[in-house]
T-cell receptor
Framework: QQQVKQSPQSLIVQKGGISIINCAYE??????FPWYQQFPGKGPALLIA?????SEKKEGRFTISFNKSAKQFSLHIMDSQPGDSATYFC???????????FGQGTRLTINP | DAGVTQSPTHLIKTRGQQVTLRCSPK?????VSWYQQALGQGPQFIFQ???????QRGNFPDRFSGHQFPNYSSELNVNALLLGDSALYLC??????????????FGPGTRLTVL
């Protein structure tokens, strides 16, 4: 059973634009929602994470918006740069459980 | 401070063979989780080791087994390899705290190709 659904599969954004990636989850026991960035040939790197007690978290150009009632969360990349071109994964887990459930990934391309 | 390291980087095996992959966690971390990432997919949780014991397991057959050593490093063993086992195998380390959200740090992975 797929527990985290991610969209879109691929996304092309112009330099300076806003990139938006969405995720929806099913398991209401999830209470930790990280986003990972993965470059080709590399392992996923933690980008930003949010807990359901807040609706938004911002770190630099990256913002997570969280909607607990809709069981949805999204990643916004402001002023997107060519160096942001990578595959992005949302994930979810329960406190202390350690097991991460990943979405399918979004391949982001930023055109110069 | 070294991050998570994995070896080997790449590996080619034939069907039916056995393979062992290795992982050293980030300094200060005591928990190791293994994930399988098929091409174009998100990582899938295989299992997690803490205090040298398997603590959680994902939906993977018994052909997948592991071990954690006293220095917290870990091995992933896969027996009777199938073509479908071809994937990037990722190791993630974390510090197991009871009342915390445990950030997991991933290694670069081992690319396994089964012919």
């Amino acid at each position: 059973q797929q527990q985290v659904k991610q969209s879109p599969q691929s996304l092309i954004v112009q330099k300076g634009g806003i990139s938006i990636i969405n995720c929806a989850y099913e398991n209401t026991a999830f209470d930790y929602f990280p986003w990972y960035q993965q470059f080709p040939g590399k392992g996923p790197a933690l980008l930003i994470a949010i807990r359901p007690d807040v609706s938004e978290k911002k770190e630099g150009r990256f913002t997570i918006s969280f909607n607990k009632s809709a069981k949805q969360f999204s990643l916004h990349i402001m002023d997107s740069q060519p160096g942001d071109s990578a595959t992005y994964f949302c994930a979810a887990s329960r406190q202390g459980a350690q097991k991460l459930v990943f979405g399918q990934g979004t391949r982001l391309t930023i055109n110069p | 401070d070294a991050g998570v390291t994995q070896s080997p980087t790449h590996l080619i095996k034939t069907r039916g063979q056995q393979v062992t992959l290795r992982c050293s966690p980030k300094s200060g971390h005591d928990t190791v989780s293994w994930y399988q990432q098929a091409l174009g997919q998100g990582p899938q949780f295989i299992f997690q080791y803490y205090e040298e014991e398997e603590r959680q397991r994902g939906n993977f057959p018994d052909r997948f087994s592991g071990h954690q050593f006293p220095n917290y490093s870990s091995e992933l063993n896969v027996n009777a390899l199938l073509l479908g086992d071809s994937a990037l195998y990722l190791c993630a380390s974390s510090l197991k705290l009871r009342s915390s959200y445990n950030e997991q740090f991933f290694g670069p992975g081992t690319r396994l190709t089964v012919l």
